[in-house]
């Protein structure tokens, strides 16, 4: 769609060189390409979202500050990613820190994530770690955003509700006024939560959900769907450029051992001796993407020219009694899966519809459930000290 145009100039500011620097640092093409008064693709980019009418922007997006376009405008892309210390986002981390072109600034609270996830990138001259809770405005200069910060597991998220819905409506809001001051990008890690427990199977994004407003998992899904609300009008109303992305559930290394979530339960289960608590009916699905396939979805979804909401997940479903079993067959055979009590409005079924992420964004998931299980498996071993019997 994008590649279709043929302008010669910048469409909106209808020279392309008071726009050089800012095309340079988000297209990344070198500064003679917009020397040469050939076209910038994300100015493109906006003109295109706008002509379509679709999520109309009333304003082109804020510009960087004076610094990052003049001064330093051939200096490093400056990288926020809030929640970084936690499972997800410290993945996403040790990615972006692979482009020596990117500086990198975590901030996170510490609620669920951890230094230690970090480790190996503290005190490198382009890493920052800041301790900051995101319900408080945070001052610093960027480019980009990976706004991840908010407890994932349900039994953390219903820890301290309010505390939830704070984290995603005005820490969304700190990040949008963030991304607003500095003319940032931003990412907004979404859920398949925000489909709730869904009647359409499996999910697409036109999908509106099937949420209960009121229930104990309410803080979680309805604040992503608030956040998901900030994020377009920020959009339409501020012209912030956005993406957002629905991620359904995501396994790997690195995920809190006590976590509560079902992949980190089964492995430390089996890895203990203890029986896989399968929650009742055990019928019920789930689709499980691996972390780094999550990571590369996530950095496309940044880098290209979409908005979203784009599903990133893994379509392969599994009920939660075949995950027992395959949790068992792979890592330990003779543990006993035991049925118990499920929680309130946990969702029956849950798969992505990808169309849109491999159209959109040349994605898709790489690696398979089985293969996935045993990487996690060895990253368990190694934390809880069980060696595999031979
Ligand atoms: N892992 C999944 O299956 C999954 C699925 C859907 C969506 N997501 C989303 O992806 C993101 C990351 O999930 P994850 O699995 O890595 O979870 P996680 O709990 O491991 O990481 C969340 C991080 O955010 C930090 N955090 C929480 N509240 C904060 C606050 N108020 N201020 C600053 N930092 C705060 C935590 O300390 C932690 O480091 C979350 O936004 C989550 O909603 C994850
Ligand atoms: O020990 C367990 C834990 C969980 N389960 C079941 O496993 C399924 C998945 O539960 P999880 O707690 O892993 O995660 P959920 O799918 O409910 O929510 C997740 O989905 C989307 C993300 O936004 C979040 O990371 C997380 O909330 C549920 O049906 C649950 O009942 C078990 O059978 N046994």
């Known amino acids: 769609m994008i590649r279709n145009f043929k302008l010669q100039i910048c469409p909106l500011t209808e020279t392309s060189f008071i726009d050089k620097p800012r095309c340079h640092r988000v297209c990344r093409r070198s500064f003679d390409f917009h020397n040469s008064f050939q076209v910038c693709i994300r100015v493109l980019t906006m003109a295109s979202i706008a002509s379509n009418g679709e999520h109309k922007a009333t304003k082109p997006p804020p510009t960087p500050s004076p610094l990052r376009n003049s001064k330093f405008f051939q200096s490093n892309m400056r990288i926020l990613v809030t929640g970084g210390a936690g499972f997800i986002g410290s993945h996403l981390v040790d990615k972006l820190m692979e482009n020596e072109k990117n500086e990198v600034i975590v901030a996170d609270n510490y609620f669920t994530g951890s230094k230690d996830n970090l480790r190996k990138w503290i005190g490198h001259p382009r890493f920052e770690l800041i301790r900051h809770d995101i319900t408080e405005p945070l001052l610093i200069e960027v480019d980009q955003i990976y706004h991840l910060a908010c407890p994932a597991s349900p039994i953390f998220y219903k820890h301290n509700p309010v505390k939830t819905i704070k984290t995603n409506v005005i820490g969304t809001l700190n990040m949008l006024g963030l991304a607003k001051r500095v003319g940032a990008r931003i990412l907004l890690t979404s859920t398949s939560e925000v489909y709730g427990d ?57 995920m809190n051992i006590d976590d509560g979530r079902v992949v980190s339960n089964f492995i430390a289960q089996a890895l203990r001796d203890e029986p896989l608590t399968v929650q009742a009916p055990g019928t019920q699905t789930r689709s499980f993407c691996y972390v780094s396939d999550m990571v590369d979805g996530l950095i496309r979804l940044m880098e290209g020219e979409n908005t979203g909401p784009i ?30 009590e499920n929680t309130p409005d946990d969702p029956r079924q849950r798969k992505p519809d990808i169309t849109n992420a491999k159209k959109m964004l040349g994605w898709e998931p790489k690696i398979k459930l089985r293969d996935g299980l045993p990487l996690m498996e060895a990253d368990f071993r190694l934390r809880l000290g069980v060696a595999k019997k031979l």
């Open 311 to 340: 599903n990133i997940g893994n379509p392969g479903e599994f009920t939660m009694i075949e995950l027992a079993e395959t949790v068992k067959e792979l890592i330990n055979p003779k543990i006993e899966i035991k049925m118990v």
């Open 198 to 254: 869904p009647l359409v199977h499996p999910q697409p994004e036109s999908y509106w959900g099937n949420v209960n407003p009121i229930g104990v998992r309410s803080c979680y899904d309805e604040g992503k769907r608030v956040a998901e609300t900030l994020m377009f009008d920020y959009h339409r109303q501020h012209g912030i450029e956005i993406r957002i992305a629905r991620i359904f559930n995501t396994y790997g290394p690195r």
